[in-house]
């Protein structure tokens, strides 16, 4: 397999250009630095400040605690203070939580403008940046509030991941793992022969393995841009995954992994799902968590605030085998049930 | 001319389905009331009660004033707490500032939410609930945030205009002689030959007025949903209007109305425009207000943040005759010289 440098996906509303392997150095040829305001992190920041030095550039506290209202509100008054326009680009450069907070605010201020991201972590390489999704935390109701915006285009330089901390690159293959689990049983059997040390110890692997995976979202998204779908797949261990992050202080990807391995086992009784324990493996390989211990009541009012819920019945996603996932109704009741019974 | 029940307008997103002359008791017809949340203000709610009683109602505080991100903060949480999910349909019942509110809601609510519109005034039933622009107002910048969200349909029964303040019929005429002057020549006649009290008295000529406006804009918006080029013509009196709405205790039509009549003396001086005493007759036959001292420097300096700008230059909206509008970029320096001048 070779990396490609650019390829284009055609979604509804924006064509979005994914450049692979990049150097950020090199963006100020497709934009133009005057007119735009990137958006990154204090941490992104602190690592890579020289790489923001020509341009206008707003700085987010770091982590899901700050992807409120409060922060887009911050964003929107630095944007007026740059005298930022309608011709304004806006450039995201970090992970899920500052692309989500970019992507929402260009989709808003002044009724839309547009928008580019450069992932600097795993996970937002190979799933959060692409497939125009945004959101902000509500309380406790994840993404309650957002918009579906596609990025201009997605700048990869990995060079960003040498500031990454183990708990990040874990995160990241939360994600693939997901993808493998739902769409690509070879991907399974490649990520069973390997694990985090040798990825970050091999780049043009590395490279492939993230191309892998944006191939895999951004076909699947492309087939369903709004979720109406197929896309609802992508949200595998996501129903219970949510909940957990929203009531312990767990992050993203390792509460997705505590998901999957619930959802493999309401899969096992349901569908008579019989590879749970080689899943639950690999994602110990990848030294993600599995099996925890949580309060189910408090796990299943959280789901009853799930976008993905409609009336008394949430579309639960659930693996046939690996590499197959299915939606799956389950009503409330059932839902509680069974996970009373794990 | 016979007034439709019922025309369609296909926009790129939704098409809206606009409904003429009907009665509110009919919309159980076209919407599930179970699955409705009807968002209205405290002035259309305690005039028209019955007519709510069984539908969930989220009351808000009626003016410009509320029109915040406040306000939008409070719709979500009240969302929250009617169970909303993405198979609620969100119903704006008032003038702009509850279908602003209602719009903008329904476009980020769990990513986007369906939504109609019964507007209950005269401006609104013939301007601001055509063509999907919402916004809120952030400090003193006017509709700096929002969205393109085009309503499903837009249910008009005129009985809501009988509680209508004397200030609202004047207001709702700003926008019909806007209308008029950047695209119908013959309806600025039709305008000539009447008043305020003529349509108050006149049913038919009243619905037939309001479909003629709802003809034009909508046409309009057609042809540019997304105000890129034409669409910018419907803005002729908004720069000005704007920052004067914006820094004054002036209504959003009465501002409109101050607007044009600047507009025109300016179209005067650039374009020969010469039918500038005609059209602010007409004004104030509507009893609108023309010619206003206000603080030129306050106002030059809000018109830089308004959303119309683009680096140093503004696209104004000029009439060259009556029926006849240009857009017309004017850079800020020339500007405040013309504003200083008059």
Chains 1, 2 share one sequence.
């Not at 070879?186 to 990825?199: A, P, R, S, V």
């Amino acid at each position: 397999m070779i990396v490609m440098l650019k390829q284009t996906f055609k979604f509804k509303s924006v064509p979005t250009d994914i450049y692979f392997n990049q150097s950020f150095s090199q963006l100020k040829k497709i934009i133009d630095i005057k007119q735009t305001v990137v958006i990154t992190d204090e941490n992104v920041f602190a690592s890579h400040q020289q790489k923001f030095k020509h341009y206008n550039t707003i700085v987010l506290k770091a982590g899901e605690a700050y992807k409120t209202q409060a922060t887009i509100d911050s964003v929107i008054e630095q944007l007026i203070n740059f005298n930022a326009d309608r011709k304004t680009f806006l450039l995201g450069v970090g992970g899920g939580v500052v692309l989500d907070i970019t992507g929402f605010v260009a989709s808003i201020y002044m009724r839309g403008i547009a928008v580019g991201f450069v992932p600097t972590t795993l996970l937002s390489l190979v799933d959060a940046s692409i497939g125009g999704k945004n959101g902000i935390n509500f309380g406790h109701a994840k993404n309650m509030v957002g918009s579906f915006k596609q990025p201009q285009f997605i700048f990869h330089d990995i060079s960003f991941l040498t500031s990454l901390h183990r708990t990040e690159w874990q995160q990241g293959f939360a994600e693939i793992i997901k993808h493998a689990c739902i769409a690509d049983e070879k991907l399974f059997n490649q990520l069973q022969q390997h694990n985090i040390d040798y990825y970050k110890k091999n780049k043009k692997e590395l490279l492939q393995l993230i191309q892998q995976n944006v191939t895999i979202k951004a076909n699947i998204v492309l087939k369903d841009e709004h979720e109406k779908s197929v896309r609802k797949k992508l949200n595998f261990g996501h129903t219970i995954g949510h909940a957990i992050e929203m009531q312990y202080e767990v992050t993203h990807g390792h509460a997705v992994a505590i998901g999957i391995t619930y959802a493999n086992e309401i899969a096992e009784k349901l569908l008579e799902f019989k590879q749970k324990e080689i899943v639950t493996k690999l994602l110990e390989q990848y030294e993600l968590p599995t099996y925890s211990s949580f309060n189910k009541n408090k796990i299943i009012s959280l789901i009853k605030m799930d976008k993905k819920k409609e009336q008394q019945i949430i579309h639960f996603i659930l693996l046939q085998k690996i590499g197959k996932a299915i939606i799956q109704p389950i009503s409330f009741p059932t839902l509680e049930q069974y996970l009373k019974t794990l």
